[in-house]
């Protein structure tokens, strides 16, 4: 069977011993060898293991600090996976090495994208590496409200997990060695990061601050699992009907209908599946975060309900890699839910069954879109699927799907629980419902905000305290957004409002640039960010972006080719096949209109 091994390493005990307890955990402790006789039926073994490919290999750089070739290999036999993919599985994502730094210290990533980068990110990793610190650069970690965002990757330490800080006021080795020490890190209240929190008159976010987010008791005396006692008197119907008269649209950017998505899935026959897209990695985002950090349950009860109301029996949160909090507080709280009875077999004494299960991503932004995060959980490279067939008839597995983001889902138990149409009587005719903003920048408090729709760009700065200074522009909706001028404060941020503006909510960034920005650095950032994140499969996105990056920086040195930018602009709207190709040009396009950066001087 050599032919199965790229090379002829095996694996060590220890990466033996984490990749055997992640395959146990999953299909009981019978390992498949690799054998001759495997020939017969071995794709079908191959496709019940394969998606254990990413928990195998997260446990193989968990082990060792790296995923070699022996562990590689071994792998590939468990799995009965080509080696050749696995290693092209490892080598996609960002927190994975393929390769021995030869060192056994911990991996420290400091996030460069504009709001930590306008924060002093670059004067940050100097003093970390002449601490003596590993250092690495990285995309946004989605603490925004904290900059200068770290985290910590444990290296050949089994003991160590990945670790997010911010260093805040104190020396950024402090930190980092508190974190090591596992020393809690922050620890100055909720607050800081939910100013609002504790408000009654919060609807997402009233449970932050006041419910111990560790405690299944806690959640249930602040009213948890009612909405699914009362889903279960509405029956999978009435709560389709409610979804739907409620107006909700997806919170993750695309805006879809979720009454409409969910009773697609629900007309379909068969195995179906829930998943929760919690890879929030759009550059100022991070409101899924510190939801999942702070109310678990929530997002567990409302994924319950969605099963529930499309006829799923399965659902799976898929968590970005960088999130370690937000991934622990997950885990505790299923179990704790599923030996309450409120997950598993016939869930709360009804005849529903529902179980969960985590897929923890590994630095990858095109995971974020729906049919890439598919393919990873699957155990195949994260690269988007042609539409169509839409997830609703072909999702996770081949199976309809539904697919939300925690926002979303959060706003089902107010719906459920209420009713559809009170909850449409908050908002505006177009933009329904409560709405999480992500603030941050140049703002005197940065932080997750709830306000109902139809507030003002001014109404939600002056939330946050005002800007730091003169503001010169605002960057709705992330790195894939648009940069709007100081003059359009009375913008609604709505669905209908920014549309009309030639803007895009997005996800809610909201991220605060005074008159001090150098916007040339980050409109240079915000190229090199999509140029890093292509998947690389599409020709449009893989050279574009590439090319678009390349326009900037010459502009510093040169004038850039008349009409070039458009050129390029309009080949990824066309022609890319997901929405990273679609957006990779819009905060350029929009920086170069409003006059923060110059092109052609």
Same mark, same amino acid.
């Given at each position: 069977?050599?032919?199965?091994h790229?090379?002829s390493d095996r694996?060590?005990e220890?990466?033996?011993?984490a990749v055997d307890?992640?395959?146990?955990?999953?299909?009981g402790?019978?390992?498949?060898k690799?054998?001759?006789?495997?020939?017969i039926g071995?794709?079908?073994?191959?496709?019940?293991?394969?998606?254990?490919?990413l928990p195998s290999?997260?446990?193989?750089?968990?082990?060792?600090g790296?995923?070699s070739?022996g562990?590689?290999?071994?792998?590939?036999d468990?799995l009965?996976v080509?080696p050749?993919?696995?290693?092209?599985?490892?080598t996609?994502?960002?927190?994975?090495?393929?390769?021995?730094l030869?060192?056994?210290d911990?991996?420290?990533?400091?996030?460069v994208d504009?709001?930590?980068?306008i924060a002093?990110a670059?004067?940050?990793?100097a003093?970390?590496?002449?601490?003596?610190?590993?250092v690495?650069?990285?995309?946004c970690?989605g603490q925004?409200?904290r900059?200068?965002?770290?985290?910590?990757q444990?290296?050949?330490?089994?003991?160590?997990?990945?670790?997010?800080?911010?260093p805040?006021?104190?020396?950024p080795?402090?930190?980092?060695?508190?974190?090591?020490?596992?020393v809690p890190v922050g620890?100055?209240?909720?607050? &800081?990061?939910?100013?609002?929190a504790?408000d009654?008159?919060?609807? *997402?976010l009233? +449970?932050? $601050?006041?419910?111990? !987010? #560790? @405690?299944?008791?806690?959640y249930?005396?602040?009213?948890?699992?009612?909405?699914?006692t009362r889903?279960?008197?509405?029956? &999978?119907a009435?709560?389709l009907?409610e979804?739907?008269?409620?107006? *909700?649209?997806? +919170?993750? $950017?695309?805006?879809? !209908? #979720? @009454?409409?998505?969910w009773?697609?899935?629900?007309a379909?026959?068969g195995?179906?599946?829930?998943?929760v897209?919690?890879?929030?990695?759009?550059p100022?985002t991070?409101?899924?975060?510190?939801?999942?950090?702070?109310?678990?349950?929530?997002v567990i009860?409302?994924?319950?309900?969605?099963g529930?109301?499309?006829?799923?029996?399965?659902g799976?949160?898929?968590?970005?890699?960088?999130?370690?909090?937000?991934?622990?507080?997950?885990?505790?709280?299923?179990?704790?839910a599923?030996?309450a009875?409120?997950l598993?077999?016939?869930?709360?004494?009804s005849?529903?069954s529902?179980?969960?299960?985590?897929?923890?991503?590994?630095?990858?932004?095109?995971c974020?879109?729906e049919?890439?995060?598919f393919n990873s959980?699957?155990?195949?490279?994260?690269?988007?699927r042609?539409?169509p067939?839409?997830p609703?008839?072909?999702?996770?597995?081949?199976?309809?799907?539904?697919?939300?983001n925690?926002e979303?889902?959060v706003?089902v138990?107010?719906i459920?629980?209420?009713g559809g149409e009170?909850?449409?009587?908050?908002?505006?005719?177009?933009?329904?419902?409560?709405?999480?903003?992500?603030l941050?920048?140049?703002?005197a408090?940065?932080?997750?905000?709830?306000?109902?729709?139809g507030a003002t760009?001014?109404?939600?700065?002056?939330?946050?305290?005002?800007?730091?200074?003169?503001?010169?522009?605002?960057?709705?909706?992330?790195?894939?957004?648009?940069?709007?001028?100081s003059?359009?404060?009375?913008?609604?941020l709505?669905?209908?409002?920014?549309?009309?503006?030639?803007?895009?909510?997005?996800?809610?960034?909201?991220?605060a640039?005074n008159?001090g920005?150098?916007?040339?650095?980050?409109?240079?950032?915000?190229?090199q960010?999509?140029?890093?994140?292509?998947?690389?499969?599409?020709?449009?996105c893989?050279?574009?972006?590439?090319?678009?990056?390349?326009?900037?920086?010459?502009?510093?040195?040169?004038?850039?080719?008349?009409g070039l930018?458009?050129?390029?602009d309009?080949?990824?709207?066309?022609a890319?096949?997901?929405?990273l190709?679609?957006?990779a040009?819009t905060?350029?396009?929009?920086?170069?209109?409003?006059g923060l950066?110059?092109?052609e001087?």
């Open positions: 069977m050599s032919d199965l790229f090379t694996a060590n220890a990466e033996i011993d307890a992640v395959v146990d955990a999953s299909l402790p019978a390992v498949i690799a054998t001759p006789r495997l020939v071995g794709r079908t073994r191959q496709r019940e293991r394969r998606h254990l490919l290999l997260h446990a193989l750089q968990h082990a060792a790296w995923i070739p562990g590689i290999n071994y792998v590939a468990v009965q080509p050749a993919e696995v290693y092209g599985v490892a996609f994502y960002d927190l994975f090495r393929v390769d021995d030869g060192h056994s911990d991996v420290v990533h400091v996030c504009p709001a930590c980068q002093d670059a004067g940050v990793m003093r970390l590496a002449a601490e003596g610190k590993q690495e650069p990285s995309p970690l925004c409200e900059p200068v965002a770290l985290f910590v444990g290296r050949g330490r089994p003991d160590r997990v990945p670790t997010h800080v911010s805040g006021d104190v020396s080795g402090d930190v980092v060695g508190e974190a090591a020490a596992n620890a100055d209240g909720i607050t &800081a990061s939910v100013p609002q504790g009654p008159r919060l609807r *997402l009233r +449970r932050v $601050g006041v419910v111990d !987010p #560790t @405690g299944l008791q806690s249930i005396a602040s009213g948890g699992y009612r909405p699914l889903a279960f008197t509405l029956g &999978a009435g709560v009907d979804v739907e008269a409620s107006g *909700l649209l997806g +919170r993750g $950017g695309a805006a879809f !209908p #979720t @009454g409409v998505k009773r697609a899935v629900a379909e026959s195995a179906k599946y829930v998943v897209n919690a890879d929030e990695s759009e100022g991070f409101k899924d975060r510190l939801l999942i950090e702070n109310d678990p349950f929530a009860e409302a994924a319950t309900i969605a529930f109301a499309t006829g799923a029996a399965k799976w949160i898929y968590i970005r890699g960088e999130y370690p909090l937000a991934t622990e507080r997950l885990h505790s709280a299923i179990t704790q599923r030996d009875g409120f598993g077999e016939r869930i709360a004494r005849s529903f529902f179980d969960l299960e985590i897929r923890r991503g590994a630095g990858a932004y095109v974020g879109e049919t890439a995060l959980i699957e155990g195949f490279r994260g690269e988007p042609q539409k067939p839409y609703t008839t072909s999702g996770l597995f081949g199976r309809p799907t539904a697919v939300n925690p979303t889902l706003n138990l107010n459920v629980s209420d009170a909850f449409a009587r908050t908002g505006t005719e177009g933009s329904k419902g409560p709405k999480l903003f992500c941050s920048g140049h703002v408090r940065p932080g997750l905000y709830e306000v109902p729709f760009l001014g109404e939600i700065l002056d939330l946050a305290g005002g800007v730091d200074g003169t503001l010169r522009a605002v960057l709705l909706g992330g790195a894939a957004g648009s940069f709007v001028a003059d359009q404060l009375d913008m609604p709505t669905f209908e409002g920014t549309r009309a503006a030639g803007a895009a909510l997005g996800s809610g960034v909201v991220m640039f008159d920005t150098n916007f040339d650095a980050v409109v240079a950032r915000i190229t960010f999509f140029r890093d994140e292509s998947c690389g499969q599409c020709v449009p893989r050279i574009g972006t590439v090319r678009q990056h390349e326009v900037v920086l010459r502009s510093a040195a040169t004038t850039a080719p008349a930018l458009d050129e390029l309009r080949a990824m709207k066309d890319s096949i997901c929405g190709g679609h957006t040009g905060a350029l396009r929009s920086a170069v209109d409003l950066i110059n092109l001087s």
